[in-house]
């Protein structure tokens, strides 16, 4: 290696951080969790700064709208639909400071595909600049899913800041379904750029990376697509115990969250269930009284959830990412109950407790106790999985991957074990 080349490699990287949302001051749950894990992964990896892109919503001005409004509109004519997700920053407060940054730059993450129009300007700014997208999820699925359950539009965080009377006509009716048609529409063609504008794209879900790698860029793709599942702390010795009660953790504020507790409160006052169940979160609506079910509000420390003896009882029905409450289970040595969504995009496929249909799920809970024993191998199995796939340092080893690309790789400043997560084998072939 040259002198020149040398030095250049030993440089600290200059790493400007994108989010579209805050981070701080917020519960640290969901996507808020994982964010933050990132963003303490790009810390070692060079000189890192942030800047915040805000939506229209945030600080409503009416030339912001008219804004929106007409990055909607030129999408439209020009044939690139743009997402509603994407015309909210449109106007962003922020916008050319951000470019300025990224101007000086070496790297740039971004947190998602509300970002795109942003990354459109700084592709055609940087040609040579490294860009880097968290999708998390595959947006374009999960409307998939919404569409296929009869669900209202989710608008996620920005749900807080919509008008009410907005709100109201995007939850039902026609225009509301129409919207959502729209929507998974131009998140396909979105995700479809982000393929031809990133260096790496990166996903929570190997079962979701392999979708977008086998999804045609319709132009020259530039990006690679990684793995990267979130990471769980060090996992936590919790005493045997025999199971004496269910548990679920969650805000009904989340879609999926909502209906996964509509059911399992249905559960209990159908089957009567003599084992309890304890539900905790931050809940929106007012509790419904079913008997054998307590509402036990937010806890901060998650060794009150995952007690000796409590099974995490999560069925899922929107399908996508890798649920975080099930990893934290089972870092906690907490079996978990559900059904194949439930544990998408982990390596479990013998795992004896993922349950296709209600009858087998009120089986068990009526009474686990003659599977004692299969409750407990099938537990260590999991706790072993977490702590050898979903541990802080293989994640941070991920992302430092991500980040720094193949050169840096070459060049041996990429630590070992930062290979992506592999391809699950069933959906190997039609991602060839």
């Given at each position: 290696m040259s002198p020149e080349r040398r030095a250049e490699a030993a440089a600290p990287r200059r790493i400007l951080a994108i989010w579209t949302r805050a981070l701080d001051g917020v519960d640290n749950v969901?996507?808020?969790?994982?964010?933050?894990?990132?963003?303490?992964?790009?810390?070692p990896l060079g000189a890192v700064s942030q800047a915040r892109l805000r939506n229209v919503f945030e600080h409503p001005r009416p030339a912001g709208l008219a804004r929106a409004a007409w990055a909607f509109l030129l999408g439209l004519a020009r044939g690139r639909p743009l997402p509603?997700?994407?015309?909210?920053?449109?106007?962003?407060?922020?916008?050319?400071?951000?470019?300025?940054?990224?101007?000086?730059?070496?790297?740039?993450?971004?947190?998602?595909?509300?970002?795109l129009l942003l990354l459109r300007r700084l592709r055609r700014a940087r040609p040579d600049l490294r860009i880097v997208v968290d999708f998390q999820d595959l947006?374009?699925?999960?409307?998939?899913e919404v569409l296929a359950h009869g669900l209202p539009l989710p608008l996620g965080y920005v749900e807080a800041m919509v008008p009410p009377a907005l709100r109201r006509m995007l939850a039902t009716g026609l225009p509301a379904r129409l919207l959502l048609r729209y929507e998974r529409m131009a998140l396909r063609h979105a995700e479809r750029e982000m393929?031809?504008?990133?260096?790496?794209v990166a996903l929570v879900s190997p079962v979701e990376a392999a979708l977008l790698s086998a999804t045609d860029a319709r132009g020259a793709r530039r990006a690679s697509v990684a793995a990267i599942p979130p990471p769980m702390p060090p996992a936590v010795a919790v005493p045997p115990a025999p199971p004496h009660r269910a548990v679920f953790i969650g805000s009904d504020g989340l879609m999926q969250n909502r209906l996964t507790i509509d059911h399992l409160l249905g559960l209990w006052d159908r089957a009567r269930l003599a084992m309890p169940l304890v539900i905790y979160g931050?809940?929106?609506?007012?509790?419904?009284?079913?008997?054998?079910?307590v509402w036990a509000g937010y806890v901060r420390d998650l060794a009150e959830v995952y007690t000796p003896g409590s099974l995490l009882v999560s069925p899922t029905f929107l399908r996508g990412g890798i649920k975080t409450k099930v990893l934290e289970a089972f870092a906690h040595g907490v079996p978990v109950i559900g059904n194949p969504a439930t544990f998408e995009g982990m390596n479990l496929p013998d795992y004896p407790f993922c349950f296709a249909d209600?009858?087998?799920?009120?089986?068990?809970?009526a009474d686990p106790r003659p599977r004692a024993a299969e409750i407990a191998a099938a537990t260590s199995a999991a706790r072993s999985l977490v702590e050898r796939e979903y541990g802080e340092a293989?994640?941070?080893?991920?992302?430092?991957?991500?980040?720094?690309?193949?050169?840096?790789r070459e060049e041996g400043q990429v630590p070992q074990g930062a290979d992506v997560a592999p391809m699950p084998a069933e959906l190997s072939s039609r991602a060839a």
């Open positions: 969901g996507g808020v969790y994982i964010w933050r894990a990132v963003r303490g992964a790009l810390a509603l997700q994407c015309a909210i920053f449109a106007a962003a407060d922020g916008g050319r400071d951000i470019l300025r940054q990224a101007g000086r730059s070496d790297v740039v993450y971004a947190d998602g595909i509300r970002t947006m374009s699925r999960r409307f998939d393929l031809r504008i990133a260096d790496c931050r809940q929106k609506r007012p509790p419904r009284q079913v008997p054998g079910v209600d009858a087998a799920l009120v089986r068990f809970l293989l994640f941070r080893a991920r992302w430092a991957a991500a980040m720094l690309g193949p050169a840096r």
